[in-house]
């Protein structure tokens, strides 16, 4: 009953910039941590940036100073601002939040969802 959807993934030349958007939606009581991965050709899925629900951010040494994770927590939003983008960026990008669910009876399960992913391509 939850859904993540990505958006906001392209082919870019070095140097250039992209905005991801991840929003959620269905069932949700509350987020708490969401956060950006990515997934490179026969490599293994990676974390670029997290942040928690009062905005506390923690990026990969390989983004720093170059990507930007934000939040808009009334519309369940989380973003991925990518600026000097370089070819070894290229991966799948993917969303992921912690998000509690309430139930009738009032208990809160808390799950971790993943987005689809979207493809970043960094080549001139």
């Known amino acids: 009953q939850v859904q993540l959807v990505e958006s906001g993934g392209d082919l870019v030349q070095p140097g250039g910039s992209l905005r991801l958007s991840c929003a959620a939606s269905?069932?949700?009581?509350?987020?708490?941590?969401m956060g950006w991965y990515r997934q490179a050709p026969g490599k293994q899925r990676e974390l670029v940036a997290t942040?928690?629900?009062?905005?506390?951010?923690n990026y990969a040494d390989s983004v720093k100073g170059r990507f930007t994770i934000s939040r808009d927590n009334a519309k369940n939003t989380v973003y991925l601002r990518m600026n000097s983008l370089k070819p070894e960026d290229t991966a799948v990008y993917y969303c992921?939040?912690?998000?509690?669910?309430?139930?009738?009876?009032?208990?809160?399960?808390?799950?971790?969802?993943w987005g689809q992913g979207t493809q970043v391509t960094v080549s001139s």
């Open positions: 942040i928690t629900s009062a905005g506390s951010t």
């Open positions: 269905g069932s949700i009581f509350s987020i708490n941590a």
């Open positions: 992921n939040a912690e998000i509690q669910t309430r139930t009738v009876s009032l208990n809160i399960y808390t799950f971790s969802y």
